[in-house]
């Protein structure tokens, strides 16, 4: 009897977590799908608002800006008032944003309400990995990760697809109001499901000359960068932008050494798998997003592929790593995440030098079938490395190492897609002798935009082995330490 009652108990714990795992992962899905949803809205929304589209393009900015600015703050609240706590009010903010969003007449209150909306989702960024860590930290964490690294990269990259379907048939405001339903169900059975946090009855003081600190850095580094083609890297405006976020980032890094309660625990990096694992991912989220941008460029303007049948085509990337994360994140539970990442690079390597062979003149299938090697590189690598990330940090300190692993990866998403773009648009201008923007490309120079793109994979392809050269290093350490064992 009481076996079966143990057994009982047992079952029902199992059931909670994967009931957890479930509004985690809607959670994170939503949060990054709208990260790129408006991709595909700018130009109905400058249209229907009457607002020029580099105003328009706020919208976007605004939401990857404010995510990144916050993500290790927020981490910071989490570790002090609770990872589930600070989650569940996330998903409602993050509805609350979307609502705002959907009823705005007004750019102004658009961007307001995307600010908000970024709020809620960097909430819900900061502490879907800690809640998952902490949940399965007794077994099963590689599978539990594989299947959120799975909602992140499908929230990322199915974003242009379903928004574009939802545009057509429903309006731009439906991207957003689509989030409320799903927002509120998440938010009531995250306030009765997710593991209740411990309260604490003394907090330790805020850091908020630090915080701010980080802000002005961070935005004045990732806005300069993304708009330092339009104005020009050598313009007035790139310099100060640049001198703005050196000077912020020394004095935040010397504010924090100092302070006896800093907002960024830089003690998280003595930890070689932390470190690695976050060197490697940015390196990863840099070359991957390379891909975001040059591929339709290849497919729209050399193959003629129409926007559609690119959108579809795009979609073999995220749908096989769909299926490939939660088995490696299943693997590296049984062998270890070290070869996994390792492996993982090292295809999505092999990958850019196989971009470089397509012609001008190729298959949708043959297209996708390039793209979903992707998929396999990149599902390899980010489960078992988000497993070993997480589960190289003490528990008390989940909320800021995964805001740290959320900021590396909103980080490298910008990166990869200013980098490519820089790259692409320097190497046709050297071609050509006209500037390369991408607003400018013309059908009638394939070779030279060829050449360009290849250019950029061979870049990509660069960083992907130098990922994967720092993600071998764990391997060593690995055998190493067995040596010393021994």
Known sequence: MIRLIDERKIEEKNGRKWLILANVSIGTFMSTLDGSIANVALPTISSQLNAPLHE????????????????????????????????????????????????S???????ISRIVQAIGA????????????????????????????????????????????????????????????????GFLAGWFILPKD???EKHEPFDYLGSALFMVGMVSFLYTLSNAEVQGWGSLFVKMGMITAICSFVFFFSWERKTSFPMLDFSLYRIRAFAIGNMTALLSFIAIFCTNVMMPIYMENILHYSPELTGYTMMSYPLVMAVIAPISGWLSDKFGS???????????????????????????WLV?????????????????NNSSVMGAVPIQKLGSAGG???????????????????LFSFRLHQLSGHLGSLSSHSTDQPEQMMNALHVVFWAAFTICLIGAILSSLRIWT???AKKVAI
């Not at 990269?153 to 339903?181: D, K, V």
């Not at 079938?369 to 489960?383: K, N, P």
């Not at 590396?408 to 897609?417: D, E, K, Q, W, Y």
């Open 122 to 185: 960097s909430c819900i960024m900061t502490n879907s990995q800690g809640i998952v860590a902490s949940t399965f930290a007794k077994g099963g964490r590689g599978k539990a990760m594989g299947i959120t690294g799975t909602m992140v990269s499908l929230g990322s990259l199915t974003g242009p697809g379903i928004g574009g379907l939802l545009i057509e048939h429903f309006g731009w405001a439906s991207i957003f109001l689509m989030n409320l339903p799903i927002g509120l169900i």
């Open 368 to 384: 996708a079938l390039h793209l979903s090697l992707f998929g396999i590189g990149h599902g390899l690598f980010q489960s078992p």
């Open 404 to 422: 740290l692993n959320a900021l590396i990866r909103n980080v490298g998403m910008v990166l990869g897609t200013t980098f490519s773009v820089s």
């Open 105 to 111: 007449h007004y750019l102004a209150t658009l961007i």
């Open 198 to 200: 411990e309260i604490k």
């Open 338 to 364: 070290h070869f996994l990442t390792t492996g993982g690079l090292l295809i999505n390597a092999l990958g850019f030098g196989l971009l470089t062979t397509l012609t001008q003149s190729e298959s949708p």
């Open 478 to 480: 690995r055998i190493h």
């Open 56 to 103: 328009v393009q706020w919208v976007l900015t605004a939401y990857l800006l404010t995510i990144c600015a916050t993500l290790p703050i927020i981490g910071k609240f989490s570790d002090l008032f609770g990872r589930s706590r600070v989650y569940t009010i996330g998903l409602f903010i993050f509805t609350g944003g979307s609502l705002m969003c959907g009823l």
